[in-house]
């Protein structure tokens, strides 16, 4: 009796298609998802992860609020009134790091959309830490808890430690090693996300529903409307008394 050829054990190619949602959300996010308008960017990107890699560990953040900044067209944006040397990176590809100074003490990280040359990004403001939170605790050991490590733009990018140097850093390579990147994550359906003016935005800036975050999420920042600085009292002018 002949005998009945066996069949081959040779394994079909990988289909991306067939991913596990565990490995959809490790995938960094394309390009194509940041080369959009930035109202669109910037819901869609709740909910995903950030990745920040150091000598001294890795921290991954779930992000869970968000603002947008619409370029030359939107009062609010560093772009307003055209190109700098310090804005420069906003006007490049999307997809990059853009990385600012404030008031002398803390630096904030946006992620650069839309199309090369129109200016806009993302704040991003605030963020859950979902692995390495001993080493956030370390960078923010004045947090009263894990949901306040990145509660605020400036203690995200503290706990992340992000400065200047990361400008213009690409968050969309392979290479796991890299010092910045943007995963797939879970994204938020939108019924769980909430708009509203962004915070500290004066002027006709102020009025834009334009920062977003997840509805409830103990992690994101408390909304403060602009307040204008005062100006000091003269030296010379009477004090009042009681």
Request: glycine share 10%.
């Amino acid at each position: 009796m002949s005998e009945k050829p066996q069949k081959s054990r040779r394994k079909r190619p990988a289909d991306p298609t067939e991913d596990t949602p565990e490995d959809a959300a490790s995938r960094p996010l394309p390009r194509e998802f940041f080369d959009r308008p930035v109202l669109e960017v910037a819901p869609d990107l709740l909910g995903r992860t950030l990745v920040r890699t150091t000598a001294a560990g890795v921290i991954t953040l779930r992000l869970t609020e968000v603002e947008a900044y619409a370029g030359e067209l939107d009062p609010g944006s560093h772009a307003y009134r055209g190109r700098t040397a310090r804005n420069a990176t906003m006007y490049g590809p999307p997809g990059h790091a853009y990385v600012y100074f404030t008031y002398g003490m803390w630096h904030c990280l946006n992620l650069v959309c839309g199309p090369e040359e129109h200016a806009s990004g993302v704040l991003l403001r605030a963020g859950e830490v979902l692995t390495g939170a001993d080493l956030a605790r370390s960078r923010r050991p004045k947090a009263r808890g894990d949901a306040e490590l990145a509660k605020g733009p400036a203690r995200l990018a503290t706990a992340l430690d992000v400065d200047r140097a990361l400008d213009g850093t690409d968050v969309c390579g392979p290479d796991p090693r890299a010092p910045m990147r943007v995963l797939h994550g879970t994204p938020v359906a939108r019924e769980r996300v909430s708009a509203g003016p962004r915070t500290g935005v004066s002027g006709p800036g102020g009025v834009h529903p334009w920062r977003f975050w997840i509805t409830g999420d103990r992690s994101v920042s408390p909304y403060r409307p602009h307040q204008p600085r005062r100006r000091p009292a003269r030296l010379d002018e009477p004090v009042a008394r009681p």
